[in-house]
């Protein structure tokens, strides 16, 4: 309990002396020419899928002939130092970096601690006692020597007012980038910084209206931002860029986010979407406020009636990756799995009736009950996908649907030959619906197989698998068998 009205303290503690400095209006001081704090003069953000922003910003500062220091406050907490780029657009020729630092020791209350041992200050306990010397310790419990020699102890628990005199040179109250710049003339001129900076993510999240007959779809496709990179970008360009752009490891950056979602319908072509390199962009064709721990949607995507259908998977086997060498284990593969899969499958082509690129999100597919209400049936991923190709989500396992598939017979006819037989019965338990089921069949053992004999048609899909598509009635059940031969390598 002590322990906890410590932190409590502590953090009171902090907040009195932010309050205190505040009104003394103290400023830190600096070198050279100091160039304040102004506004953007224009802010681009540009944001990849892996969770990196490129940030450029413009702004106007008044500059003198020789010496400057250039302070570019309101920087992203979590940027990465060594990409920034400096770059005077006034006078390109005339304007060198001399030095660039990135200045982050900003202050707090053990900052200002540590910064004034051995130095003057004053606290005021919670009875309201007053202790005036010099620090000696801050560490846990403060330490004050009075002027006549007397050492107090004084636990942090106990304090209900520290004051110090000034706030001393070097600290700061927001993450800044620092230029000593020199500069061939004097007046104002417009530089440009670039950097990137991590906590500035983007996804894209689609609602998926199904119709009842399951053959057709409603899309709305948007855009989530959220940012958490420690300042907030007014009035930016934004621009996204869709692909899996490579980059190295980048150093972990903790976050305490507080997430306020923002989401309005966006006016028609709100987002501006072209192809960038061996990417795609999109580009909100407004300024945009992206403020920090905020979570901000935008519509980019939207189709009707676009041409859907919803299928029935019985995967009985264990899944397959690829031949190693021959299996003659006569148990290998048995799972007991008697789930249906249920998928939903579209085209994001122009035949389908969409025609647009849909990047790397979460779905979210809907279907209206009885009294007209969108009721969720299921949830995924899907990755980047270009316009023209399929699209295949996983929604769930069907109620109704049951499978089970049995090894009925397995002979070693040779040191180098195995025949198994299969059977797989499929039940529909639904009142009125004939429903087709996709049975696909891994051919595990070894890749030179035969199939001896089968109760129904199937297709070889690939060199490894066979697939049979039977119909099931309402209420009946539907038997499958094949024998497949393999023959090992001696």
């Given at each position: 309990?002590k322990?906890?009205?410590a932190?409590?303290m502590t953090?009171a503690?902090f907040?009195?002396?932010?309050?205190?400095?505040?009104v003394?209006?103290?400023?830190?001081?600096?070198?050279a020419q100091?160039t304040?704090e102004?506004?953007?003069?224009?802010?681009?953000?540009?944001v990849y899928?892996?969770?990196t922003?490129?940030?450029?910003?413009?702004r106007?500062?008044?500059?003198?002939t020789g010496?400057?220091?250039?302070d570019?406050?309101d920087?992203?907490?979590?940027?990465?130092a060594?990409?920034?780029?400096f770059?005077?657009?006034?006078?390109p020729?005339?304007?060198?970096?001399?030095?660039?630092?990135y200045v982050?020791d900003?202050v707090?209350?053990?900052?200002l601690l540590?910064?004034?041992?051995d130095?003057?200050i004053?606290i005021?306990?919670?009875d309201g006692?007053?202790?005036?010397?010099?620090?000696?310790?801050g560490?846990?419990?403060?330490?004050?020597?009075?002027?006549?020699g007397?050492?107090?102890?004084v636990r942090?628990n106990?304090?209900?007012?520290?004051?110090?005199?000034?706030?001393p040179?070097?600290?700061?109250?927001?993450?800044?980038l620092r230029?000593?710049?020199e500069?061939a003339?004097g007046g104002?001129q417009?530089?440009?910084?670039?950097y990137?900076?991590?906590?500035?993510?983007w996804?894209?999240?689609?609602n998926?209206?199904l119709?009842t007959?399951?053959?057709s779809?409603?899309?709305?496709?948007w855009?989530t931002?959220?940012?958490?990179?420690?300042?907030t970008?007014?009035?930016?360009q934004?621009k996204?860029?869709?692909?899996?752009?490579?980059?190295?490891?980048?150093?972990?950056?903790?976050?305490?986010?507080?997430?306020?979602?923002?989401?309005?319908?966006?006016?028609?072509?709100?987002v501006?979407q072209?192809?960038?390199?061996?990417?795609?962009l999109y580009?909100?064709?407004?300024?945009?406020?992206?403020?920090?721990n905020e979570?901000?949607?935008?519509?980019?995507?939207?189709?009707?009636?676009?041409?859907a259908?919803?299928f029935?998977?019985y995967?009985?086997?264990g899944?397959f990756?690829?031949?190693y060498g021959p299996i003659?284990d006569q148990y290998?593969?048995q799972?007991g799995i008697?789930?249906v899969?249920?998928?939903l499958?579209?085209?994001?082509?122009?035949?389908?009736g969409l025609?647009?690129?849909?990047?790397a999100g979460?779905?979210?597919?809907?279907?209206e009950?009885?009294?007209?209400?969108a009721?969720?049936i299921?949830?995924n991923?899907?990755?980047?996908?270009?316009?023209?190709?399929?699209?295949?989500?996983?929604?769930g396992n069907?109620f109704?649907?049951v499978?089970?598939r049995?090894?009925t017979?397995?002979r070693?006819?040779?040191?180098?030959?195995?025949?198994?037989?299969?059977e797989i019965r499929?039940?529909?338990?639904?009142?009125?619906?004939?429903?087709?089921?996709?049975?696909p069949?891994?051919?595990y053992?070894?890749?030179?197989?035969?199939?001896?004999n089968a109760?129904?048609?199937?297709?070889?899909?690939?060199?490894?698998?066979?697939e049979f598509?039977?119909?099931v009635p309402?209420g009946?059940e539907t038997?499958?068998?094949?024998t497949?031969r393999y023959t090992f390598?001696y």
């Amino acid at each position: 309990m002590k322990k906890g009205k410590a932190v409590l303290m502590t953090l009171a503690v902090f907040t009195l002396v932010a309050l205190w400095l505040g009104v003394a209006g103290l400023r830190t001081p600096v070198q050279a020419q100091d160039t304040g704090e102004l506004d953007s003069d224009s802010v681009s953000l540009t944001v990849y899928n892996q969770g990196t922003a490129l940030v450029r910003d413009r702004r106007t500062f008044p500059l003198t002939t020789g010496l400057n220091t250039v302070d570019f406050t309101d920087v992203a907490s979590s940027i990465d130092a060594t990409s920034v780029s400096f770059t005077s657009i006034t006078d390109p020729q005339g304007t060198v970096v001399l030095e660039q630092n990135y200045v982050y020791d900003l202050v707090d209350s053990a900052a200002l601690l540590n910064r004034y041992l051995d130095e003057n200050i004053e606290i005021v306990t919670t009875d309201g006692t007053e202790y005036r010397g010099q620090l000696l310790s801050g560490r846990g419990e403060l330490i004050i020597r009075a002027d006549d020699g007397q050492v107090f102890v004084v636990r942090l628990n106990e304090v209900r007012d520290i004051r110090f005199p000034n706030l001393p040179g070097g600290l700061i109250t927001r993450p800044t980038l620092r230029w000593l710049l020199e500069s061939a003339t004097g007046g104002d001129q417009q530089v440009e910084l670039t950097y990137l900076t991590g906590g500035v993510s983007w996804t894209a999240d689609y609602n998926l209206l199904l119709a009842t007959d399951n053959h057709s779809l409603d899309l709305n496709g948007w855009i989530t931002l959220s940012n958490s990179s420690g300042t907030t970008y007014r009035d930016a360009q934004v621009k996204l860029v869709a692909g899996d752009v490579n980059r190295l490891p980048q150093p972990q950056v903790a976050n305490d986010m507080v997430m306020e979602a923002m989401a309005a319908p966006a006016p028609t072509r709100a987002v501006e979407q072209r192809e960038f390199f061996e990417y795609q962009l999109y580009e909100i064709a407004r300024p945009v406020t992206v403020g920090n721990n905020e979570t901000k949607q935008v519509e980019f995507v939207n189709g009707a009636g676009v041409a859907a259908n919803t299928f029935f998977v019985y995967e009985g086997g264990g899944p397959f990756y690829g031949y190693y060498g021959p299996i003659n284990d006569q148990y290998y593969g048995q799972t007991g799995i008697t789930d249906v899969q249920n998928y939903l499958e579209f085209s994001t082509g122009e035949e389908s009736g969409l025609g647009a690129d849909l990047p790397a999100g979460r779905v979210r597919v809907y279907q209206e009950d009885v009294d007209g209400a969108a009721l969720l049936i299921g949830e995924n991923r899907i990755d980047h996908t270009p316009s023209g190709e399929s699209i295949r989500i996983y929604l769930g396992n069907a109620f109704d649907l049951v499978g089970e598939r049995t090894q009925t017979d397995f002979r070693i006819i040779a040191s180098n030959v195995v025949e198994e037989t299969f059977e797989i019965r499929l039940r529909n338990r639904k009142d009125s619906d004939t429903v087709e089921i996709r049975v696909p069949e891994h051919l595990y053992r070894w890749s030179n197989w035969e199939i001896l004999n089968a109760s129904a048609e199937y297709t070889k899909m690939d060199s490894a698998t066979i697939e049979f598509r039977p119909q099931v009635p309402p209420g009946g059940e539907t038997v499958i068998t094949y024998t497949v031969r393999y023959t090992f390598p001696y």
